[in-house]
């Protein structure tokens, strides 16, 4: 666990100064979505959550440039890849939280956030994060910079746009609402987004193994 716990030191240390320009730009951005609604707030964040852990690949041969460089097992280096980018998420997603909380304070919120309807988000941005993810592990050397861009931006574009159409997260909201049906609802889409983050952590070590063999 030291090991994989370093791996995720150094890709921070990597992305701090990037990391700390987009949680800036993007905190303010979302407060005014919190006038709005919460959960647009939220949405937003999540959105550069995404785009956040993404900035940890490189766009060289070697999708994970220090792997030739640190000893370790490949499994090792994608489960610290892999929970470095939720810890983007889950720090993402508490600034959302924050910059709706200080709209609420100030008296000009149009509608909060509701726990359920967080995790379910949480639960749908971790399987994005599981699908950029294999995508960058699988066609970021091959394709370079261009492809890396789009596969970093659209999982969060489709999350963000998906969740601020109104008609969307009223039936959302709706189904969380009944009684006996939120719990199961919440465990089948956090289950879902945690068992797509193993399944795509054991596909990108398929992938670089493989590739490492050529």
Request: hydrophobic share 55%; net charge positive; proline share 2%.
């Amino acid at each position: 666990m030291k090991q994989v716990i370093g791996y995720i030191e150094y890709d921070f240390m990597n992305i701090k100064y990037g990391m700390l320009y987009m949680l800036a730009i993007f905190g303010i951005v979302s407060m005014a979505f919190s006038m709005k609604n919460g959960t647009g707030a939220v949405a937003y964040m999540l959105f550069c959550g995404l785009v956040m852990a993404g900035t940890a690949f490189n766009v060289t041969k070697q999708t994970v440039s220090f792997t030739a460089l640190v000893p370790g097992s490949i499994w090792q280096k994608v489960v610290g890849r892999y929970l470095g980018g939720v810890l983007c998420i889950m720090l993402c997603a508490v600034v959302g939280i924050v910059s709706a909380g200080i709209i609420k304070l100030t008296g000009h919120a149009n509608g909060m956030l509701e726990i359920p309807v967080l995790l379910c988000l949480l639960g749908v941005t971790f399987f994005f994060l599981a699908l950029q993810n294999v995508l960058l592990y699988l066609l970021t050397p091959f394709l370079g910079i261009q492809v890396a861009g789009l596969v970093r931006m659209l999982p969060g574009f489709i999350l963000f746009f998906a969740v601020m159409n109104a008609g969307n997260l009223e039936t959302l909201t709706g189904i969380l609402r009944k009684e006996g049906f939120s719990v199961r609802l919440i465990l089948i889409v956090l289950g879902t987004g945690i068992a797509s983050l193993i399944i795509s952590g054991i596909l990108s070590c398929l992938i670089i193994r493989n590739r490492d063999n050529e």
